[in-house]
């Protein structure tokens, strides 16, 4: 499986990014929302393509993460994330 990740700005800016894992996608998600860029998610087979919410893609990667460096991964993206989110706020 890999994660298409669609990444546009107000102003017409716009990249796409494939990748293999579920949580460096749910990094380029993470970053782009806290940058108020829009974003779109997919994950894709040779079957087709599903639409992901950040949600679903959260469960992915936790559902994903079978090693402990993996798992570690997964933990810094998300504590980078808040981090930075409560420096928004403040």
């Known amino acids: 499986m890999t994660y298409w990740i669609e990444i546009l ?34 994950a894709r087979t040779e079957a087709g393509a ?9 469960h992915l990667a936790k559902s994903s993460a079978q090693t402990e460096s993996e798992r570690e991964l997964l933990d810094q993206v998300e504590w980078q994330h ?5 420096y928004a706020l403040n």
């Not at 639409?51 to 679903?56: A, G, P």
């Not at 808040?82 to 409560?86: N, R």
């Open 50 to 58: 599903d639409r992901l919410s950040l949600r679903s893609l959260r």
């Open 82 to 86: 808040e981090l930075a989110s409560s």
């Open 9 to 42: 700005s107000p102003v017409g800016v716009e990249a796409e990014f494939t990748v293999g894992s579920a949580t460096l996608a749910l990094d380029l998600v993470l970053r782009s929302q806290r940058a108020g860029l829009w974003w779109s998610a997919e």
